[in-house]
């Protein structure tokens, strides 16, 4: 069994080792996403703990920050707000977080935590309610007394040698011009261009905001459509002297609605009056302003991200409560695919279509490149095979019913496949008895136009009787070594295909030319 976490870690091949290790392990690391601090990173913030690290919490200005990722595995686990976002002391709250997350295990999370603790930390073992302790003064120690784990020192350690922090249009951007002006930070920090504000018309604050908007500029307020592009355009022009070199976009689902501009015009001067606007004008006015913003990207040679498949602030009481980003957002399930062709092609028919990065937040909806031959479809079905249970006792077979790999290796079902021989105190499992290809399956056909046999036995009324005799006599073997169970048998296909005929009648009837048969 591999040792959890070693260095082959989500390396299962030795052209993928060999891949990591000779090219790709030493290059630089381009973060064009990130949501690290401008002002920390110029002030390279030393932190008091590892629960400031990984939880953050209430900031001294009043606000919440931190990793509401882990925010939501904690609530998930039934832990009180207060230790979440509450005054709770930071080494309760990291007990807390500790005893959730074995409950992680096979969640990218559990990951995340131990490849940083082994890292920065040098820590070997598995975070859990009972090493909390050792950890927790683990990780102190070394962020109190090692030079190396301030903020920059942290960054540096990891590689990065860009970092594109995430920016509202408004940012006077003057942590950005601190960072800019100092020859001591090594790497590159600029702002990444985020006006969501800017584009949800339909969410409350939006008038509130086109006033700051406005005031960044040097205006009064924006009047009309014109003005807020016109304001964007000035906010993109100065985030790009500093830097800039991506923009992001956090969307419900790209939209696409054709309208003029006298049409998207009208529906600002309603939403500015204070009136509900439609979800129909909602997608006019965001279509009319990602175009525009999708031009100035072009023109500056800014690459336009769009994330998509999220659903912001879904419980209403705690968003108001606690502020957006702190752990309500859910999955969104918006199939969006024309929408973002038609999107791009409008674009693209001026020639101003800028550089694109585009992706669901919802996995389900992850490209997957299609298989290239026979044997990989055999690898993705199987790959792909449905069990009530994450973990499937077999011995994997080739086409030909022959084993692919040595006997008595327990390999994952399903979604679960690519965490094998990576989980920690896996039970040990003995080699499974498989039943033989079955004899009567037919042959499939090689080539066009050739007869092939099937090679059956009895026919009409007989058949299916014939069939439940090779059934037990095939089963035989393997009950009597079972101690009269089926254990961890793989039916052939062939019988689950007959089972899944009779499976609408009633168990124990009497059929006409099929006997009384009982499952």
């Not at 953050?56 to 904690?74: I, N």
């Not at 930390?121 to 090692?146: I, M, P, R, S």
């Not at 000035?234 to 696409?256: N, Q, T, W």
């Not at 327990?410 to 039970?427: C, E």
Request: charged share 25%.
């Amino acid at each position: 069994m591999k040792a959890f976490m070693d260095k082959e870690f989500m390396l299962q091949s030795p052209v993928a080792q060999h891949l990591y290790h000779t090219y790709a392990a030493d290059m630089p690391i381009c973060d064009y996403h990130c949501h690290i601090s401008p002002k920390e990173i110029y002030e390279n913030r030393r932190f008091e703990n590892i629960a400031q690290v990984w939880l953050g919490g209430r900031q001294p200005d009043g606000s919440l920050a931190g990793d509401h990722y882990k925010w939501r595995v904690m609530r998930s686990n039934g832990v009180p707000e207060e230790y979440i976002t509450g005054t709770k002391p930071d080494h309760e709250r990291f007990q807390k977080f500790a005893e959730a997350l074995p409950m992680c295990v096979g969640n990218p999370m559990y990951h995340w935590c131990h490849l940083e603790l082994r890292k920065y930390f040098g820590y070997q073992g598995v975070l859990n309610g009972d090493t909390a302790e050792e950890v927790w003064n683990l990780c102190n120690d070394k962020l109190q007394h090692d030079d190396s784990m301030t903020v920059r020192g942290l960054i540096e350690q990891s590689n990065v040698a860009f970092i594109g922090t995430t920016d509202d249009p408004i940012d006077d951007l003057a942590w950005h011009k601190k960072i800019k002006e100092d020859p001591s930070i090594k790497f590159t920090v600029a702002p990444s261009f985020r006006p969501d504000k800017a584009l949800n018309i339909q969410k409350p604050g939006f008038v509130e905001y086109m006033g700051k908007l406005a005031q960044a500029v040097g205006k009064e307020k924006l009047e009309c459509i014109n003005c807020v592009t016109d304001a964007l355009t000035k906010r993109i022009e100065f985030f790009a002297e500093m830097g800039c070199r991506a923009s992001d976009h956090g969307l419900d689902y790209v939209p696409y609605r054709e309208a003029t501009k006298e049409e998207v015009n009208a529906i600002y001067q309603k939403a500015m009056a204070g009136e509900a606007v439609t979800a129909e004008e909602t997608e006019k006015y965001q279509t009319y302003v990602l175009i525009h913003l999708g031009k100035q990207y072009h023109r500056l040679n800014i690459a336009m991200q769009m994330h998509y498949n999220c659903l912001r602030g879904v419980n209403r009481k705690m968003n108001a409560l606690l502020g957006p980003d702190t752990g309500f957002d859910m999955i969104n399930t918006a199939k969006c695919g024309g929408e973002i062709a038609a999107l791009l092609s409008a674009l693209n028919d001026t020639d101003e279509c800028p550089k694109t990065i585009i992706y669901s937040l919802n996995p389900a909806m992850t490209l997957r490149s299609a298989p290239s031959s026979a044997a990989s479809r055999t690898a993705r079905s199987r790959a792909r095979s449905s069990t009530a249970s994450a973990w499937v006792v077999q011995r994997p077979q080739d086409r030909h019913g022959r084993a692919d790999v040595p006997s008595g290796q327990p390999r994952p079902a399903g979604q679960f496949r690519r965490y094998a021989d990576r989980q920690p105190q896996l039970p040990e499992l003995h080699p499974p008895r498989l039943l033989p290809p079955h004899p009567l399956q037919p042959h499939r056909p090689v080539g066009r136009g050739r007869r092939v046999s099937q090679r059956r036995e009895g026919s009409g009324e007989d058949r299916p009787r014939h069939l439940l005799r090779q059934r037990k006599a095939l089963l035989q073997p393997v009950k009597q070594s079972r101690g009269g169970r089926y254990t961890n048998v793989q039916r052939p296909p062939f019988l689950l295909s007959f089972r899944k005929k009779q499976t609408p009648r009633a168990r124990g009837v009497s059929t006409p030319g099929l006997g009384r048969i009982f499952y």
